[in-house]
């Protein structure tokens, strides 16, 4: 089993900056992937990034554009999502996913293990 705890939401203006964080346990995570995930009210949850936790690949939506930054830190088993110049479209509960291995990491079906998610407003 894996847990994941997200945190790091709020609300914000059009412009600004926050950093997700999402705290992993529970089995050494060498041969998995991590991701976000979103989801805007009336709205399916939507990829955003994903890393592979041994090499660090990433792999980003196309409409994150450079403003989001995945990373991992395995020193404090931590991923994070720093993102940049937001816009009220971000607007969204944001999710921290967990899945075995580095194949579809764009596939929300693929991921095994999802946290409860940290809500990020973004106000114009």
């Known amino acids: 089993q894996v847990q994941l705890v997200e945190s790091g939401g709020g609300s914000v203006k059009a412009g600004d900056s926050l950093r997700l964080s999402c705290l992993v346990s529970g089995r050494t995570l060498d041969s998995y992937a991590m991701a976000w995930f979103r989801q805007a009210p009336g709205k399916e949850r939507e990829f955003v990034s994903a890393?592979?936790?041994?090499?660090?690949?990433?792999y980003d939506a196309d409409f994150v554009k450079g403003r989001f930054t995945i990373s991992r830190d395995p020193a404090k088993n931590r991923v994070y999502l720093q993102m940049n110049n937001l816009e009220p479209e971000d607007t969204a509960v944001y999710y921290c996913?967990?899945?075995?291995?580095?194949?579809?990491?764009?596939?929300?079906?693929?991921?095994?293990?999802w946290g409860l998610g940290t809500q990020v407003t973004v106000s114009s």
């Open positions: 890393i592979t936790w041994f090499g660090g690949n990433t």
């Open positions: 996913a967990a899945k075995y291995g580095s194949a579809t990491l764009g596939s929300l079906s693929a991921y095994d293990y």
